[in-house]
């Protein structure tokens, strides 16, 4: 199984029809889709820097960022299966469906490691993929990304998240980081 995540910025890029409806058609059992948070995230950063609320409260609004941006993929290819948690994306998986994760069962009270903008949907896919034993691990950026970038140099440049890297040394299968134009290349990208 892999887990396939699907940047929040790709919200208004033609290719991202093209990877649901691969993914839809390809990964049915296999794959579970983490939705990054795009707008509905940014809206969160920039609500928290005008009224100054903590890092739980941002969070939280992220992550129904997040959720609102898999009931945006699943309105763009209803094949597609919303899951609020871990045990929802398991069934998911083993009904044959490509479930959509919407990470409702990361709502805090309390901070915590998650509870912080070092973490975003792209360490969070990853922290999803240990829990799930994920077989290898697909973040999908609006951007080029530089071929053979390890993971500290895609968090300089700002490609991915500061704990990145962190949650990549916590995992064994591959992760591997690609542009969103090359949605073609799934097959070749779900390989070990």
């Avoid at 998911?92 to 903008?117: C, F, I, K, S």
């Amino acid at each position: 199984m892999w887990v396939v995540k699907l940047g929040g910025s790709l919200d208004r890029n033609p290719v991202l029809r093209d990877w649901l409806e691969r993914l839809a058609a390809e990964g049915a059992g296999r794959v579970v889709i983490v939705p990054g948070g795009g707008r509905f995230a940014d809206a969160a950063r920039e609500a928290q820097q005008h009224w100054g609320f903590d890092d739980v409260a941002g969070h939280n609004l992220a992550v129904l960022g997040m959720a609102q941006m898999a009931q945006l993929l699943k309105g763009l290819c209803p094949a597609l299966r919303c899951a609020r948690d871990e045990t929802e994306v398991r069934a998911q998986l083993a009904a044959g469906a490509v479930p959509v994760w919407m990470p409702l069962d990361l709502l805090r009270e309390a901070p915590d490691e998650l509870t912080n903008w070092g973490v975003t949907s792209d360490s969070l896919a990853l922290w999803l993929a240990a829990r799930l034993q994920a077989e290898g691990v697909i973040v999908v950026k609006s951007c080029a990304v530089p071929s053979g970038a390890d993971e500290d140099a895609l968090v300089q440049a700002g490609i991915v998240d500061a704990g990145f890297a962190a949650y990549r040394a916590r995992l064994e299968c591959p992760v591997r980081v690609v542009s969103a134009t090359d949605w073609e290349a799934l097959p070749r990208l779900m390989t070990p």
